[in-house]
């Protein structure tokens, strides 16, 4: 048996109890199916109190060898990459592994004749453009660390982002198209830009042929670059732990945190994970709908369909734009057999109605996938049928920005499925859940916290520039656990998850700290506190829920709200708005001062006939004024 592909329910079986016996073993064996320029002497070492983990040490290797040199002497003629660009009447374009190749080291060398080097970082603030994926790659060509940085995010956080990792270079383009929107992307660039001193180099792909404001010295355009240069370019020899990406992402406390994932370990299992859990088989199309911005894009759009010598669909714009049938436009316009989205598409395209849908024949769909969030029944049940046709597995793949793959889900076809559960770990992967004590919870049904109790290769070695903090937010809680920060509960072997158990509000499956997005609130003049909470909503999965407390004086409501949102669009972005404010005269604290966010939470939900013990309240009439003022 190949564990490497999986290709029955039995082998499944077998391959997890393979794993669990002698994990070395099979890894070593999944770890073999890749090339290496000189092999791992000892498969792992480990101790999650450090937290130091290693995995396949002193290999050697460059993931873009893996990705692409490797498929070329038999499959150099196969599309690698097929890009639907936003206006479905612009052409699309496809690439092969051959010109893949030639684009991915032409970019590098641009990025060497400009003095970047293996170890330097780079940030990637673009579109979802072809370039974008050539120049993640391009990075790792050389041995740079990227950093992609979603384009929805604000200049500011830009500048956060850039600084945190002291990144030495930015590629980026001079505008962006997103449905009916053209959006001014260099600008935002150079505003981030007037407060990182550490950039000395903006590479421009032209996009919408605007006019940019040009830093000479600093800018060069992608085109003219990549012109006059090779497309030989020899892979950065890579240790196995050495960096490969830097992912920022958000945690319930301070900013948010550059996730680091390592050569080796993430290579074996995002080629792993992507293989069986999708089923891919050669000649397959494949087209996950999430950005590169986010982690599913880096695992799922370019590292593990290129380590399987995929078809990898990468899409420009968004799915309701020009029509509400686009995602289905897609699928019948090149015969898609793989589909991976996020429960927020789902139900939002859900709402809109089936007329959307009807007419598509989506005949070609073999495997549908959910990830981001829980997917909820109706939701589940209308993908299920109305996309699936009653005929495909929905795989609902549980993972987070730092385990780098997919940990929990259904493989393809292989698995049964329970709809709302994630379903089962995959070979070598051993979640637990854990009570407030830390004690395993056995039984089926019950909730806990859910953690992993042995490594993956693919896991975070460390919050870049703060080791610290990754041994405290993920380590700490449960002694000789990784922590995932979600609750869950497990039936019949196969996890539901229920959500956060901290405070990180999953927004349309984005990540952000409740103390982030105060932070930005207080940065108005008029607000002298805030507290912001999650609540159901029925397309965001959870909505952003802020209560206010104003500066003394007379207020306009219209006011204080745009004062607020322009402050957490300044801050973060677009995506972090605010659903709800309500403007409260006090908010609920302990006599120690501390805000009691479990009162919040109940108000926001709509959910107040029992408070709780509300004893602690430093003055419980504010409860009433909160329920009286509830938007
Ligand atoms: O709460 C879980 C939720 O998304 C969190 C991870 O977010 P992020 O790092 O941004 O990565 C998202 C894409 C991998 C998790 O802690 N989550 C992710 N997938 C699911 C999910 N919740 C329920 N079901 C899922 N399939």
Redesign the pocket.
């Known amino acids: 048996m190949n564990p490497f592909e999986i290709t029955t329910y039995k082998e499944y079986q077998d391959s997890y109890e393979n794993a669990k016996n002698n994990p070395e073993r099979f890894w070593d064996d999944i770890a073999s199916h890749y090339s290496w320029q000189k092999k791992w002497s000892k498969t792992l070492n480990w101790d999650f109190k450090g937290p130091k983990i290693s995995w396949f040490e002193d290999g050697k290797l460059n993931i873009t060898e893996n990705c692409l040199d490797r498929h070329l002497k038999k499959n150099g003629e196969s599309t690698a990459l097929i890009w639907e660009p936003n206006n479905p009447k612009e052409p699309e374009l496809r690439m092969s592994y051959y010109e893949l190749h030639s684009a991915v080291c032409r970019f590098a060398n641009v990025l060497k004749s400009r003095g970047i080097k293996k170890g330097d970082r780079v940030a990637i603030y673009m579109p979802m453009i072809p370039e974008l994926t050539i120049g993640v790659l391009a990075c790792a060509r050389i041995g740079a660390i990227h950093s992609v940085v979603f384009a929805g995010f604000s200049s500011q956080a830009l500048t956060d982002r850039i600084n945190d990792s002291t990144c030495c270079a930015v590629l980026t383009s001079d505008g962006m198209y997103r449905g009916a929107k053209n959006l001014a992307i260099k600008t935002t660039v150079d505003e981030a830009l007037k407060s990182c001193p550490s950039v000395k180099t903006v590479v421009v792909v032209k996009r919408d042929n605007r006019n940019i404001q040009w830093t000479h010295g600093r800018d060069i355009w992608h085109h003219e670059a990549v012109e006059n240069i090779s497309d030989f370019c020899p892979a950065e020899a890579m240790d196995s732990e050495d960096v490969l990406f830097i992912l920022y992402?958000s945690g319930s406390t301070g900013k948010p945190k550059g996730v680091v994932h390592t050569c080796g370990g993430y290579m074996v299992y995002a080629g792993y994970s992507f293989k069986n859990v999708f089923q891919y088989k050669a000649g397959d199309i494949y087209w996950c709908t999430a950005d590169v911005g986010?982690?599913?894009g880096h695992s799922y759009i370019i590292y593990g369909p290129l380590l399987n010598c995929a078809t990898t669909l990468m899409f420009e714009g968004i799915p309701t734009w020009p029509t509400a049938s686009r995602f289905w436009e897609i699928c019948d316009k090149y015969s898609v057999n793989q589909f991976y989205t996020a429960p927020t598409a789902i139900r939002s395209l859900m709402a809109l109605g089936n007329k959307w849908v009807e007419g598509f024949s989506l005949k070609n769909l073999k495997v549908i996938g959910?990830?981001?969030?829980?997917?909820n029944k109706e939701a589940w049940d209308w993908y299920d049928k109305m996309i699936g046709k009653s005929n495909c597995p929905i795989v609902?793949?549980?993972?987070?920005?730092?385990t780098g793959g997919i940990m929990i889900?259904g493989l393809g076809n292989l698995s049964e499925q329970k709809p709302t559960f994630?379903g089962k770990p995959l070979p070598g992967i051993e979640p637990v859940l854990l009570d407030i004590n830390g004690r395993e919870i056995l039984d089926d049904g019950i909730e806990g916290h859910l953690c992993v109790k042995f490594p993956w290769p693919s896991m975070l070695r460390t919050i870049y520039g703060n080791h610290q903090r990754c041994k405290d937010v993920y380590f700490s809680n449960y002694d000789g656990y990784y922590f995932?920060?979600?609750g869950a509960k497990r039936e019949e072997g196969m996890y539901r998850?229920i959500?956060?158990v901290d405070d990180?509000i999953?927004v349309s499956?984005?990540?952000f700290g409740t103390a982030e997005i105060e932070n930005a609130i207080n940065s108005s003049t008029l607000v002298t506190e805030s507290a912001v909470v999650g609540y159901p909503h029925a397309i965001k999965g959870q909505g952003i829920y802020a209560f206010i407390s104003l500066e003394a004086g007379d207020h306009n409501e219209i006011d204080v709200n745009n004062s607020i949102i322009s402050a957490v669009v300044g801050s973060i972005g677009h995506i972090a708005k605010p659903d709800i404010i309500q403007i409260a005269p006090g908010l609920p604290k302990t006599r120690s001062g501390k805000i009691m966010r479990r009162i919040l939470r109940k108000i926001a939900e709509g959910n107040t006939k029992d408070m709780g013990d509300t004893s602690t309240l430093l003055d419980p009439s504010v409860i009433d004024s909160l329920i009286k003022g509830k938007k």
Do not use: F, K, L
Request: hydrophobic letters at 30%; aromatic letters at 10%.
């Open positions: 992402t986010w982690v599913t959910s990830v981001g969030e829980p997917i609902d793949t549980w993972w987070q920005t730092e889900s994630a995932t920060g979600d998850i959500g956060r990180v999953n499956g984005h990540r």
